[in-house]
């Protein structure tokens, strides 16, 4: 496993090198092996998928600039989930992006379950989950980072990482199962 | 804390071992706390689906390898690849592997005990020589356990016996064994490795099936690990987190609710439940009753003439306790023991004081309420309170003590008894205590 990380690591290393070395190829291979997890992270946790996808693609430009620039990123999953945690925090405190909750509440109230698109109800309900408590549950659920992992990124106790994922399924599953 | 919260950290793994025992034994007993898990399962399967269809849009990909001077079609390729994985990194150095987590188990497996991938299993093996019933645990042989595997068995016989079989397999291909199949034969397969069971069963020549020696399409060159485990109504397998591959479980003593439930990445699922016919006919009650021999070293008060009335003050004497726990905490029972209680008593009559002293042993009978605490395992503090009486009065008693059980069924507790007899004479109320030692051995049924 640690191989595999350190194998991870040193190619991202020789990938940054060819990108300043003027190898725009390279970049697509770096943005090709890292994009899904951050994509994930940030449609996910902004709970918009314009505002996500203009996270998203800040993330990487942004990568790029640094790598460009000279820069030497040591771990670039970490730096891209840091880069994409700290935009997703700015968007979410603006609030510039329009929230249908009461669209969402209507079709969570709805009676046929079986007009109910999945996937839509559950982005609708997500939004309905406090922030920090969202971004715990998308980070355990979606990521599979353990809750120490958690701990160390969002930079809060492992108990408050442990209460904020409980709220959020608690929050989650009242909203998809109004009878239970 | 909420149940509601053990099952989020339960989910995760995340429940120290105490408290997931805990946890494991309140689902046992309660019906309401297990759709709860069942609504999170579902909630987690839902996630994990969502998980799996969010891929970075082309028109994306395009845009940024377009601002970075290259076309969109590296992308658009490597995409498909890493489609599936995400959030696959860890900021600590260590790879957290595969897309997301998720239970392994499915609402709909654990609610009907059979799941759509069934698992090779044998109901007539719940009768055979392993007694009271038989499960296991296979792995398959091609998957890999990324994060540590919980998988708790629990089975409702309590004196019928039950047998079941949980399985986690990734294509659910196995088939279910005849219900004719021969004990010996489902224990084989019992045995056997996921690996191995695979292939015997597309073979097509499975003994747990017609009874014919296998002739499988390979052969293992070395024979996998098999631990044999005992397993309490409350107890959880733990495996390693690193691949366990061939690895198999054998579980026996299955005796309450059943549930199996292990967090794997979602490469392994479904899990598979598979539960025999005869844990259909398991006894409604979650609890168990327990008997308990109880040997006591007394002292009783008030102090009287014992040696003019030729008795010890010092008693050693014998309890019996019948009980029946209602889960870890509450249990009530009946009591049947000898007490001698040092009674004085006395009237005034014509200016003189006639003082009465005895010491007889006489028989007790109590009802009693007990409230346990697990500690650690096998080790219990207890507080047992008692009303009963005897032909002299009623009695009240009390027992603080600590039950250390080194076997399943069997316990030693140790602790200290006081007894209050409450008797009257001539209108006047007299009473007599005894406080003292005790020790004796628990059978739980």
């Known amino acids: 496993m640690l191989d595999e990380v350190s194998q991870s690591v040193s190619l991202d290393r020789e990938l940054q090198q060819r990108i300043r070395n003027g190898d725009n190829r390279a970049f697509g291979e770096l943005y090709t092996r890292h994009k899904q997890p951050v994509y994930v992270y940030c449609t996910r946790f902004v709970g918009h998928d314009g505002t996500a996808e203009d996270v998203f693609q800040d993330v990487f430009i942004g990568m790029l600039e640094r790598i460009r620039n000279g820069s030497e990123i040591e771990n670039v999953a970490a730096y891209l989930m840091r880069s994409a945690r700290n935009r997703c925090l700015n968007v979410l405190r603006d609030r510039k992006f329009p929230v249908d909750i009461a669209d969402v509440e209507d079709r969570l109230g709805h009676d046929s379950a079986v007009e109910f698109d999945t996937h839509d109800a559950l982005q609708g309900a997500m939004r309905e989950i406090p922030d920090e408590n969202r971004e715990a549950l998308v980070l355990c659920e979606y990521g599979g980072y353990s809750y120490e992992e958690i701990a160390r990124m969002t930079e809060v106790p492992l108990t408050t990482v442990r209460k904020r994922i409980f709220r959020a399924r608690q929050k989650l599953r009242e909203l998809l199962n109004p009878q239970g | ?445």
């Open chain 2, 1 to 445: 804390m909420e149940f509601e919260e053990y099952v989020s950290a339960f989910l995760d793994g995340a429940l120290s071992p105490s408290e997931e025992t805990e946890f494991l034994h309140i689902l046992s007993v309660s019906p309401e706390k297990r759709a709860m898990l069942h609504q999170h399962l579902g909630l987690r399967s839902m996630l994990a689906a969502d998980a799996r269809v969010a891929s970075v849009p082309s028109h994306l990909d395009a845009a940024i390898l377009g601002a970075a001077g290259i076309g969109a079609g590296i992308g658009a390729v490597g995409g498909a690849a890493a489609g599936g994985a995400a959030l696959g990194t860890s900021t600590s150095g260590i790879s957290s592997g595969a897309a997301m987590t998720g239970a392994a188990v499915t609402a709909a497996s654990l609610g009907a005990g059979v799941s759509d991938g069934v698992a090779a299993s044998s109901a007539p093996a719940a009768t055979s020589t392993t007694a009271s019933g038989v499960a296991a645990l296979a792995t398959g042989s091609w998957w890999t356990l990324r994060r540590m595997l919980v998988a708790a068995l629990l089975g409702v016989s309590l004196f019928t016996g039950g047998y079941l079989l949980s399985s986690l397999d990734k294509d659910s291909e196995r088939e279910t064994p005849d219900a004719s199949s021969q004990p010996t034969a489902a224990h084989d397969a019992l045995n056997t490795t996921g690996e191995s069971a695979s292939s015997v069963a597309s073979s097509g020549a499975t003994n747990a099936h017609d009874g014919a020696t296998p002739t499988p399409q390979h052969t293992v060159s070395s024979p996998p690990p098999t631990r044999t485990v005992w397993i309490t109504r409350v107890d959880t397998v733990y495996l390693p987190a690193v691949a366990q591959r061939n690895d198999t479980v054998r579980v026996t003593r299955i005796d309450t609710v059943l549930i199996a439930i292990a967090q794997t990445d979602h490469s392994a699922r479904p899990i598979t439940i598979v539960q025999s016919p005869s844990l259909q006919t398991f006894a409604a009650t979650p609890g168990r009753f327990d008997v308990e021999i109880q040997r006591e070293h007394l002292t009783t008060w008030p102090y009287i003439d014992h040696a003019r009335l030729g008795v010890d003050r010092e008693q050693q004497h014998f309890a019996l306790h019948a009980g029946y726990a209602f889960d870890v905490h509450h249990a009530v029972g009946v009591s049947l023991s000898e007490k001698s209680f040092a009674m004085e008593y006395y009237r005034i009559e014509n200016d003189s004081l006639y003082l009465f002293q005895r010491q007889s042993a006489m028989l007790v009978g109590s009802g009693f309420y007990r409230f346990s605490q697990p500690l650690w395992t096998g080790v219990t503090p207890e507080f047992t309170l008692r009303i009963g009486g005897t032909s002299l009065g009623p009695v009240f008693g009390g027992r603080l003590a600590v039950q250390f059980a080194p076997l399943e069924r069997l316990g030693i507790v140790i602790g200290a008894d006081a007894s209050l007899l409450a008797y009257k004479y001539k209108d006047n109320i007299f009473t007599s205590h005894t406080l003292g030692l005790t020790y004796g051995l628990r059978y739980r049924f």
